[in-house]
């Protein structure tokens, strides 16, 4: 089994920057693949980036390529999403997924097996 906590959610201006956070825990040498998925009211789920975890592959959705970056302390079993230039539709409920299997070109379809609770994005002036 995996556990999945995430954190640096906040309120922050539009143009700003914010790191998010993402603990991993249990079976930990098992886990391939990492993403980020997020979640605005009303809308349906989205993947944000994934990150083969072990190092390597990178994958972004197209709306944050540029702005987002996706990296890993593989030592420290966590996960990070570094974002700037944030924008008020980046607003959203955001969260960590983990899965055994390696990444690859579907992981934006979000078929990960473990996910966190999710920590709240809010971007507004």
């Known amino acids: 089994d995996v556990q999945l906590v995430e954190s640096g959610g906040g309120l922050v201006q539009p143009g700003g920057s914010l790191r998010l956070s993402c603990g991993v825990s249990?079976?930990?040498?098992?886990?391939?693949?990492m993403g980020w998925f997020r979640q605005a009211p009303d809308k349906e789920r989205e993947g944000v980036a994934a990150?083969?975890?072990?190092?390597?592959?990178?994958w972004y959705a197209d709306s944050v390529k540029g702005r987002f970056t996706i990296s890993q302390d593989y030592a420290k079993n966590t996960v990070y999403l570094d974002m700037n230039s944030l924008k008020p539709e980046d607003t959203g409920m955001y969260y960590c997924?983990?899965?055994?299997?390696?990444?690859?070109?579907?992981?934006?379809?979000?078929?990960?097996?473990?996910w966190g609770q999710g920590t709240q994005v809010t971007v507004s002036s």
């Open positions: 997924a983990a899965d055994f299997l390696r990444c690859d070109s579907t992981w934006y379809l979000g078929s990960f097996g473990y």
């Open positions: 249990g079976a930990t040498l098992s886990v391939n693949c």
């Open positions: 990150i083969y975890f072990g190092g390597g592959t990178e």
